[in-house]
Structure formats: structure tokens, C-alpha cells
């Protein structure tokens, strides 16, 4: 928080913040709602407009003043300035928050307005108001939070897909609710080859992307990060994929599915074929 300047006017400064990159719409509406406001309430009081801090693809966990464009407006703001937010709910991540944030705002004589709420912070009767609010807006986050965990659980339980990506092993088809796992022969072979260059050939783990990079064997699948612009896999995305073939491929629950499960003399005699039709043969070169 800057030093306070007798000789300069209360400023108004606006916040908005949205959570994703694609909620640019957000925060455009809340600062028209914000500037609007200004205009109609503020700028008649001898009040200078500032600036509208707006954060985006921030979280509500994070501490309003720890955020990126938070931690600007708490160094310009000085006693007198007004801030300005759209709804209650974008600068505090728990009830507990907003009291000890509002509560330090208020000893520095800045006035904090909601424009959802019609409520004098400065009023032990708007004060009590405001909390009944975020108590609420609390529990909201917390059942909505319990119900994400539930059906993440329950997902998990039967071996659905819970995330953008797939184990190490498996492919994810279909399209959000329709979206299943199917075994991927591909990254299952890959899998067998670094065991097989791990415990065959004794290969460092720093060895083996340059083996399998040697063969065209590429980090191209989902599963492996790539280490450079050639998409060489790296050291443990490599560490990785042996765990999954270790271990059987499991699935989020643990649960393995055996009758998918190669032994690496199937795929170095015939190939591994996946539910796609594809096949994925060992190369040409490789230890056998």
C-alpha cells in the first residue's frame, strides 16, 4: 500500500478477475458494470477514476493481495481510495479471507464497494450482512467441491477416463460423457521396448531416449513429453511408461486388465495390434 498524498484526490480503482483464459468475457462485463458505477455514483463526489486491475486464469485460492494484478492494487491504493468489484465472490478465496482483507482495508480508511451488494462495509449492520454473504458463498464452494470429488471417485472406481489425458497404456474415445478407455498398443509396445533396453541391454535411464530416438521412436503420444524440437522422449516420461509396463498398466483405480496385458515375446514375434487396427511392430535393429 503506497504513502498517502494530502494534495491528491480519492482515486477509484476497479477489480475483476476470471478464472479461465476462455472468461475474457467476464471480466470485460464486470468492468463495464465497474466503469458504469463510477460514472453514475462516484465521479460526481470529486473522485478520480484510477485504473481496472483484471486478473485472468486465477484461481480463488489464491490470496486476493498474491495475485498477479491483486498485488498491483494493493501498492497503488492509498486511505480514502474506493475499490471497486463487480461481485463479491472474484477477490476472496474463503470467508475468512474476506473478513481479514476487509478488516485491513477499513483500519486504512478505503472503502470497499460490491456492486452486487447494496452494503456499507464501514456499518457494523452491513458488516454482519456481509458476512451472512460469504458464509453462504462458502458453503456453496464447498458442496460444489464435494460433489466434484464424489463423481471423480466414482469415475476412478469403475475406470473412466477423470482428466484430459489417458494412463500410460490406454487411450481415451468418445467425448466427455460418452468418453471410455481402450487399450493403446502403441504405447504399450513402447513401454515394453524401454523394459526391454532397461533390463536386457542395462541401459542408463539417460541412455534410453537416445536408443529409441536412434530406431524413430519418438515421444509423439500424449503420455511422453517431449525433451526437445526433435521429440525425443524425456528421461521420465521414459521412467514413467516402465512403471506402467511394470506394473501392468493400471488404471486409476489399480485395476488391471490382464487380457490386454502382451508379454514381450507376443509383441516381438507378431506385433502388438490395439482396438484401432493399428499395429505396432518392433523395429528393425532393436535388441531382441
Not at 536412434?214 to 524425456?234: N, V
Not at 514413467?240 to 514381450?264: I, V
Amino acid at each position: 500500500m503506497s504513502q498517502p498524498n494530502p494534495n491528491r484526490l480519492p482515486h477509484a480503482w476497479g477489480y475483476c478477475r476470471a478464472s479461465t483464459e476462455k472468461q475474457q468475457i467476464t471480466n470485460e462485463a464486470q468492468e463495464q458494470q465497474i466503469t458504469k458505477y463510477f460514472d453514475y455514483k462516484l465521479s460526481t463526489e470529486g473522485i478520480a477514476w484510477g485504473f481496472c486491475f483484471k486478473d485472468e486464469a486465477e484461481t480463488s485460492r489464491t490470496p486476493w493481495s498474491d495475485r498477479r494484478q491483486g498485488r498491483l492494487l494493493f501498492e497503488v491504493v492509498q486511505p480514502g481510495d474506493h475499490i471497486l468489484v463487480a461481485v463479491h465472490d472474484r477477490p476472496f478465496r474463503s470467508m475468512k479471507d474476506a473478513m481479514n482483507t476487509i478488516e485491513h482495508l477499513i483500519a486504512y480508511n478505503i472503502k470497499v464497494h460490491f456492486l452486487n451488494l447494496n452494503l456499507d462495509l464501514s456499518d457494523p449492520m452491513g458488516m454482519a450482512m456481509f458476512q451472512v454473504v460469504m458464509a453462504f458463498a462458502q458453503l456453496e464452494r464447498g458442496m460444489i467441491s464435494k460433489r466434484t470429488k464424489e463423481a471423480l471417485a466414482w469415475k476412478r472406481g469403475h475406470g473412466l477416463p477423470t482428466g484430459r489425458r489417458a494412463p500410460i497404456g490406454w487411450r481415451k474415445v468418445g467425448a466427455k460423457r460418452e468418453a471410455m478407455l481402450v487399450p493403446d498398443g502403441k504405447a504399450r509396445a513402447r513401454a515394453y521396448l524401454i523394459v526391454e533396453l532397461r533390463e536386457s541391454r542395462c541401459l542408463a535411464w539417460e541412455d534410453i531416449p537416445e536408443a529409441l530416438q536412434a530406431q524413430g521412436i519418438l515421444g509423439e503420444t500424449e503420455h511422453y513429453r517431449r525433451k526437445d524440437a526433435s521429440g525425443k522422449m524425456s528421461v521420465q516420461s521414459v521412467m514413467n511408461a516402465y512403471k506402467a509396463a511394470k506394473s501392468g498398466f493400471p488404471l486409476a483405480n489399480g485395476e488391471r486388465q490382464t487380457a490386454f496385458d502382451w508379454e514381450p515375446e507376443l509383441w516381438r514375434a507378431w506385433g502388438v495390434a490395439d482396438s484401432g487396427g493399428e499395429t505396432a511392430t518392433l523395429p528393425a535393429g532393436m535388441p531382441t
